[in-house]
């Protein structure tokens, strides 16, 4: 069983930066693919970044050339790196194994506005 848990999320003005971090419990982090998440309110919660244990990556079309999602296994730790952010990324981002999901963490809040 694998706990995760999101942090770096915050208020920040469009155009800005953050950088989250999901930290994994367990000691099988690195056989497993990871995602990040993200929900809205009142919208399903999709996938918006992938990376394999290989250290491969895709992203959605959304935050493709502005998100980077980056692993260290060493630390059991996923990072994703956003920049010029948008209003519309403004939602509770959630990390998880990928393509079969394990339970889900507390998620942290990511709000985009002026």
């Known amino acids: 069983q694998v706990q995760l848990v999101e942090s770096g999320g915050g208020l920040v003005q469009p155009g800005g930066s953050l950088r989250l971090s999901c930290a994994a419990s367990?000691?099988?982090?690195?056989?497993?693919?990871m995602g990040w998440y993200r929900q809205a309110p009142g919208k399903q919660r999709e996938l918006v970044a992938r990376?394999?244990?290989?250290?491969?990556?895709n992203y959605a079309d959304s935050v493709s050339g502005r998100f980077t999602i980056s692993r260290d296994n060493a630390k059991n730790t996923v990072y994703l790196q956003m920049n010029s952010l948008k209003p519309e990324d403004t939602a509770v981002y959630y990390c998880?194994?990928?393509?079969?999901?394990?339970?889900w963490g507390q998620g942290t809040q990511v709000t985009v506005s002026s």
């Open positions: 990376i394999t244990n290989t250290g491969s990556t």
């Open positions: 367990g000691s099988i982090f690195s056989m497993y693919a």
């Open positions: 998880n194994s990928f393509p079969i999901n394990r339970a």
